[in-house]
């Protein structure tokens, strides 16, 4: 079955610097790759997601690129603010497949 | 609330005893999953199930049991053999077939006392 693995762990970046968390999966049948945003206390939820017929996409100050040949997915967040304080957690799954499976999630602090 | 509901939010419980959290979802999603999450810890799962009256179990399942009577409710039951039941408890599903976000509910916290 598909596993994932999130690096790093725990990430600590200056106000208004970049963050980039990276994730690998195994299975190369692998097409949807989301990421989840858990602040304090409160349920994960969807901020973006890709597909494997593209390599990048991009949302406001979040990107997401995926190399299918390397099977690796990135998150980057640029011009990082204090809101951005949270838990991420990347996952993989492909149609068909039973479940959807989870990286280990990193802890990522923004210093004011 | 992304249409997955959980309940209660808090969940307080005597050793010896079991109790049951319950998730439900009028998202028509096939698939449902529970997690537990440990504090500073990532999302394990316990249980999950893709169609009715059916289910699989996840990779800490002892000391926990589900059912899948109804496509909407997938509710779990933390029974006196888990150990250490002391966590926040997660729900989710999504529809599987054609690879749509997970929906999660807002968690269950529950404390054994």
């Known amino acids: 079955g598909e596993n994932v693995e999130q690096h790093p762990s725990t990430l600590s970046v200056q106000e208004g610097d970049s963050a980039v968390i990276k994730c690998t999966y195994s299975?190369?049948?692998?097409?949807?790759f989301p990421w989840y945003k858990q602040e304090l206390g409160k349920r994960p939820q969807l901020i973006i997601d890709?597909?494997?017929?593209?390599g990048e996409k991009k949302d406001q100050r979040i990107a997401v690129t995926l190399n299918k040949t390397a099977k690796h997915f990135s998150l980057h967040i640029t011009e990082t603010q204090p809101e951005d304080s949270a838990v991420y957690f990347c996952?993989?799954?492909?149609?068909?497949?039973?479940?959807?499976?989870f990286g280990q999630g990193t802890r990522l602090t923004i210093n004011p | 609330d992304g249409g997955i509901t959980q309940s209660p939010k808090y969940l307080f419980r005597k050793e010896g005893q079991n109790v049951t959290l319950s998730c439900e979802q009028n998202l028509n999603h096939d698939a449902m999953y529970w997690y537990r999450q440990d504090p500073g810890q990532g999302l394990r799962l316990i249980y999950y199930s893709q169609i009715v009256n059916d289910f699989q179990k996840g990779d800490i399942a002892e000391g926990y049991s589900v059912s899948r009577e109804k496509k909407e409710s997938f509710p779990l039951t933390v029974t006196s053999a888990q150990k250490n039941p002391t966590a926040f408890y997660l729900c989710a599903s999504n529809q599987i077939r054609v690879n749509t976000e997970a929906f999660f509910g807002q968690g269950t916290r529950l404390t054994v006392v």
């Open positions: 299975d190369s049948a692998s097409n949807y």
């Open positions: 996952a993989a799954t492909r149609q068909g497949a039973q479940k959807l499976v």
């Open positions: 890709i597909r494997s017929n593209v």
